[in-house]
C-alpha cells in the first residue's frame, strides 16, 4: 500500500500544480521568507531545540546568481542576531558557484563565513552530490587554514570513500575538525556507493565510530532508530552524554552554542516526538529549518533524485504515527 501510493506521490507531485506541492512539502519547508523561519524557531526553542537555517536553492546556472544567496544569508545572519536565536547556518557550496568556478565559489563561501566569525555564528557546508565532495571538503580546509574554524562539513554514511575523508580532515584540522554524519540524500552510483540499508547504516555507524575516537565534533543527523541508538551506546563508550562535559582527552575546543562534542540533527517536520524524547533526556538537538522562495523547485528536484522520499511522504500521511512533526 505504502509503496504504491509512494509512487503515486512521486508521479503525481512531478505533474502537479504548486498548490499540491505545496501542500506535500508544507510540513518540511518553514515557508518563503526569513520571518516564517524565525516564527519557526521561536515556536520550537519551547522544545529545547536549536537550529541550523538553510536558504533552499543549490547548483547555479550562472555565477552572478551567487549573490542572491550572499545577500540572503546576510539577512538570516542579521535575523539569528537580532532575534536571539540559538541558531547557525547551513549552505549549498553549489549554490555559491562551486561547480561554476571554484575559485570564485570559494570566495563567495568565504565572504559568508567571515560574516559569520564577526556574529560567532557557525557555518555547516552541506554535502551536496558526488562531483563537489572533494571540493566542498577542501574548502573547509583552506578556509580553517585561513583562521576560519568557524566552519565544518557533513559527510555520507552512503559513499565509500567517507572514512578516509575523516582520516584526511583529521590530519589537516586536528580537534578542530567538526562534522554533521548522515547517510546520504543522494542515490549514488553502486561504483562509489552502498545501496543496501544495512551496508549504509553500517557505514554511518562506523564514522561515527571514527569521528568520535578522532575527538571531533559529531552532528549524527538521522531519524533512523538504529543510527540513533547505535550513537547512544558510541557515546557512553567515551563516557559522553547530556550535561557531561566532554571527557574525552584528544576532544576539540568546547564551542559556545554547540553540545558536549556532540549533539543530534533531524529535519523540520519529521520525527518530532523522537527529537522531544532526545531533547527531554538532556541531548542537544538541532532542527534544520529550510525556507526560501525556490520551495517548489527544492521539493521536485529532491523527489525526482530520490523517489524513495515519496514512499517517507506517503508513510507520513497513512501512517502519521511514524512520523510526527
Ligand atoms: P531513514 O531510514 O531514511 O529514515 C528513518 C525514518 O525517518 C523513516 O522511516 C521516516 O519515518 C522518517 N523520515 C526520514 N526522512 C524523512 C522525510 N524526509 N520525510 C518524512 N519522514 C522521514 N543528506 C545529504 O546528502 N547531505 C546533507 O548535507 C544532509 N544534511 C542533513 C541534515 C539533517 C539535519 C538531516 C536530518 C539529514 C540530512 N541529510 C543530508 C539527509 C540524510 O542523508 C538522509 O537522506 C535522511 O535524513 C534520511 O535518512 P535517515 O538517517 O533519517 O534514515
Not at 571527557?247 to 518530532?272: C, H, I, T, W
Request: with cysteine; glycine share 6%.
Amino acid at each position: 500500500m505504502v509503496g504504491w501510493v509512494s509512487k503515486s506521490i512521486v508521479a503525481m507531485t512531478i505533474r502537479m500544480p504548486r498548490w499540491f506541492v505545496g501542500w506535500v512539502s508544507r510540513r518540511y519547508v518553514a515557508g518563503p521568507d526569513i520571518e516564517n523561519a524565525v516564527e519557526i524557531m521561536k515556536r520550537l526553542s519551547k522544545e529545547d531545540a536549536c537550529f541550523t537555517v538553510d536558504v533552499l536553492g543549490e547548483e547555479i546556472s550562472s555565477i552572478e546568481e551567487a549573490q542572491f544567496f550572499i545577500d540572503e544569508y546576510m539577512k538570516v545572519i542579521e535575523a539569528i542576531t537580532a532575534n536571539n536565536l540559538d541558531a547557525n547556518l547551513s549552505i549549498k557550496p553549489t549554490a555559491f558557484g562551486l561547480l561554476i568556478d571554484e575559485q570564485i565559489g570559494m570566495d563567495n563561501i568565504e565572504k559568508l563565513v567571515r560574516t559569520a566569525h564577526t556574529h560567532n555564528l557557525f557555518v555547516r557546508l552541506d554535502m551536496e552530490d558526488h562531483r563537489v565532495t572533494t571540493s566542498t571538503i577542501q574548502a573547509v580546509i583552506n578556509l580553517h587554514k585561513r583562521g576560519l574554524t568557524n566552519v565544518g562539513t557533513v559527510l555520507q554514511g552512503r559513499l565509500f570513500r567517507t572514512l578516509d575523508d575523516i582520516n584526511e580532515l583529521e590530519t589537516e584540522l586536528g580537534p578542530n575538525a567538526d562534522y554533521r554524519i548522515c547517510k546520504c540524500i543522494y542515490l549514488e552510483p553502486e561504483d562509489i556507493a552502498f545501496t543496501s540499508y544495512r551496508d549504509i547504516v553500517d557505514s554511518t555507524n562506523a564514522c561515527i565510530d571514527r569521528m568520535l575516537a578522532a575527538g571531533s565534533y559529531c552532528s549524527i543527523a538521522s531519524h533512523d532508530i538504529p543510527v540513533i541508538e547505535y550513537a547512544k551506546s558510541a557515546l557512553e563508550g567515551y563516557g559522553m552524554g547530556p550535561n557531561i562535559p566532554d571527557p574525552r582527552s584528544n576532544a576539540g575546543p568546547q564551542r559556545d552554542a554547540k553540545g558536549p562534542g556532540y549533539e543530534f540533527q533531524m529535519l523540520l517536520g519529521v520525527r518530532g516526538p523522537l527529537r522531544r524524547k532526545l531533547a527531554k533526556a538532556g541531548h542537544r538537538t538541532r532542527v534544520y529549518v529550510p525556507y526560501g522562495e525556490k520551495w517548489y523547485e527544492y521539493s521536485i528536484r529532491r523527489l525526482q533524485e530520490n523517489p524513495t522520499l515519496g514512499k517517507q511522504y506517503a508513510k507520513a500521511f497513512l501512517m502519521p504515527w511514524t512520523n510526527r512533526p
